[in-house]
T-cell receptor, first 110, second 116 residues
Framework: SQQGEEDPQALSIQEGENATMNCSYK?????LQWYRQNSGRGLVHLIL?????REKHSGRLRVTLDTSKKSSSLLITASRAADTASYFC??????????FGSGTQLTVLP | DTEVTQTPKHLVMGMTNKKSLKCEQH?????MYWYKQKAKKPPELMFV???????INESVPSRFSPECPNSSLLNLHLHALQPEDSALYLC???????????????FGPGTRLTVT
């Protein structure tokens, strides 16, 4: 079953702007992960945030996690055309499998 | 080496054919996965191998048959597929599994399968 729902489904911004994607989930988690997928390619792991963490940074990426609201957000700052891709959140429950959300298609216009 | 390789990149097969997809990783990961992904959808888990043993089969039809010859290799044997099986098939690996999914997964580029 699909654990995460992402919002928005599609996002189009200008180069240099910030992009924010949100992920909501339903059950308890050990961690939440974000992945990027370029069209027709494999997924690339971006960042993992544990259930006891609230915020994490990696380069131009900032991830927040609110376990009380069962939600996470991914912020990409100063976006580039090369950031154009689909972004998926994935939840890792205490027992069971990594489950991917529905994804956000980000388009960064040059 | 943090790469997962998959062959072939593209595969077109008829419904009576038998073919195999191959996946290889040299990161020392002990868990390997097969996913199926349809266009504009998230990956769907098919199989998980943990320490070279099949640990999870997500009710996948028997026309898909996984095999893990050793800790670095994962195969997916295909037989008598249907047109609706056309999809991107992704292989992934992670450090460990042991019934839990806490580790990040490393994905291969996928095999684009078309069943005619």
């Amino acid at each position: 079953s699909q654990q995460g729902e992402e919002d928005p489904q599609a996002l189009s911004i200008q180069e240099g702007e910030n992009a924010t994607m949100n992920c909501s989930y339903k059950t308890s988690i050990n961690n939440l992960q974000w992945y990027r997928q370029n069209s027709g390619r494999g997924l690339v792991h971006l960042i993992l945030i544990r259930s006891n963490e609230r915020e994490k940074h990696s380069g131009r990426l900032r991830v927040t996690l609110d376990t009380s609201k069962k939600s996470s957000s991914l912020l990409i700052t100063a976006s580039r055309a090369a950031d154009t891709a689909s972004y998926f959140c994935a939840t890792a429950p205490p027992q069971g499998q990594l489950t991917f959300g529905s994804g956000t298609q980000l388009t960064v216009l040059p | 080496d943090t790469e997962v390789t998959q062959t072939p990149k593209h595969l077109v097969m008829g419904m009576t054919n038998k073919k195999s997809l191959k996946c290889e990783q040299h990161m020392g990961h002990r868990a390997m996965y097969w996913y199926k992904q349809k266009a504009k959808k998230p990956p769907e888990l098919m199989f998980v191998y943990s320490y070279e043993k099949l640990s999870i089969n997500e009710s996948v039809p028997s026309r898909f048959s996984p095999e893990c010859p050793n800790s670095s290799l994962l195969n997916l044997h295909l037989h008598a597929l249907q047109p609706e099986d056309s999809a991107l098939y992704l292989c992934a690996s992670s450090q460990d599994h042991l019934g839990r999914s806490s580790y990040e997964q490393y994905f291969g580029p996928g095999t684009r399968l078309t069943v005619t």
